[in-house]
């Protein structure tokens, strides 16, 4: 079990920047996959992207382009990132992180996962 814990989250403008940290504590590489995943206003959550722990990296259809996952591994720490770019109001919503240690299908299902943070509210205006 891993707990994550997102930070990030703000009000801005449309266009604009902005990024978001999950820290994760407990990772071990048995967590093969770390995701990013939203949940906007009326909507479903939907996969924003995943890093896998070979550095492999996967986009949902969303971030077209705009959206970075990274991975930080400091001082026993690790944290995943994700930086939002040219951000639209379409783009607000709640962004949660999550990991979970194997999965068979598609790898932004969210489904898979089995173990999640809190959220961090991320709104845009235009």
């Known amino acids: 079990q891993v707990q994550l814990a997102e930070t990030g989250g703000a009000s801005v403008q449309a266009g604009g920047p902005l990024k978001l940290a999950c820290a994760v504590a407990?990772?071990?590489?048995?967590?093969?996959?770390l995701a990013w995943f939203r949940q906007g206003p009326g909507k479903e959550r939907e996969g924003v992207a995943v890093?896998?722990?070979?550095?492999?990296?996967?986009?949902g259809s969303v971030v077209k382009g705009r959206f970075i996952i990274s991975q930080e591994n400091a001082d026993a720490k690790t944290t995943v990132n994700l930086q939002l770019n040219n951000l639209t109001p379409e783009d607000t919503g709640i962004y949660s992180c999550?990991?979970?240690?194997?999965?068979?299908?598609?790898?932004?299902?969210?489904?898979?996962?089995?173990?999640w943070g809190q959220g961090t509210q991320v709104t845009v205006s235009s």
């Open positions: 999550a990991a979970t240690q194997a999965l068979s299908g598609w790898v932004l299902d969210p489904r898979h996962y089995t173990d």
């Open positions: 890093i896998w722990n070979n550095g492999q990296k996967t986009y």
């Open positions: 407990g990772y071990t590489w048995n967590w093969r996959y």
